[in-house]
């Protein structure tokens, strides 16, 4: 049974940081590609930051540049997500996304609540 669970999310002022984690299981970890995507309220899921499953490779959204860190622990089988210089605009619920390139293969979490406010 596939499983993606997310942790680490959280109320936080403008400038903090949060570290959010994603624990898998069910599947063969290190060859998928991992992602993290966030929806706010009113908004379309977008794309934060990706690692591909091989090489370490990371790609992250502009408005995440510079401040939001993606890495991988495949002897864990955990993504995470560090996100430092926070603002109000990052406020969204945060998921986490498997994915197995040239495969139908796509999994999601549940998503975990970022807030960022004064």
């Known amino acids: 049974q596939v499983q993606l669970v997310e942790s680490g999310g959280g109320l936080v002022q403008p400038g903090g940081s949060l570290r959010l984690s994603c624990a898998a299981s069910g599947f063969t970890f290190s060859v998928y590609d991992m992602n993290w995507y966030r929806q706010a309220p009113g908004k379309e899921r977008e794309l934060v930051a990706g690692i591909i499953s091989t090489r370490r490779s990371t790609n992250y959204a502009d408005s995440v540049k510079g401040r939001f860190t993606i890495s991988r622990d495949n002897a864990k089988n955990t993504v995470y997500l560090q996100m430092n210089s926070l603002k109000p605009e990052d406020t969204a619920v945060y998921y986490c996304?498997?994915?197995?390139?040239?495969?139908?293969?796509?999994?999601w979490g549940r998503g975990t609540q970022v807030t960022v406010s004064p």
């Open positions: 996304n498997a994915r197995r390139r040239y495969t139908a293969a796509d999994y």
